[in-house]
């Protein structure tokens, strides 16, 4: 059993800043990319910003030079800094991760999901 838990969402000003957490638990083996998606009301789901293990990281232009991504192997931990928050990155947030399971199986996992709101 694999949970993905994401923390940190909330209310903040524009211009303002909020770190999102993504905290991988259960039978892992390892994990190999990683992910931060957002989906605004009546919107698509968006990818925000991409993580490999290795650290290779790719962003949405919408998002570029604002938000910052990064893991923790040792702690199983993702995070998204997100500096200059303007109101169109108002969403809800999920992490995703693709993870091996101590039985070998590889399965992508979802978050639950965390709000940002950015107000104006």
């Known amino acids: 059993q694999v949970q993905l838990v994401e923390s940190g969402g909330g209310l903040v000003q524009a211009g303002g800043s909020l770190r999102l957490s993504c905290t991988a638990s259960?039978?892992?083996?390892?994990?190999?990319?990683m992910a931060w998606y957002r989906q605004a009301p009546g919107k698509q789901r968006e990818l925000v910003a991409t993580?490999?293990?290795?650290?290779?990281?790719n962003y949405a232009d919408s998002v570029k030079g604002r938000f910052t991504i990064s893991r923790d192997n040792a702690k199983n931990t993702m995070s998204l800094q997100m500096n200059s928050l303007k109101p169109e990155d108002t969403a809800v947030y999920s992490c995703?991760?693709?993870?091996?399971?101590?039985?070998?199986?590889?399965?992508?996992?979802w978050g639950q999901g965390t709000q940002v709101t950015v107000s104006s």
């Open positions: 995703n991760a693709e993870i091996r399971s101590t039985t070998w199986a590889t399965t992508n996992y």
């Open positions: 259960g039978s892992i083996r390892s994990i190999n990319a």
């Open positions: 993580i490999t293990s290795g650290g290779s990281t």
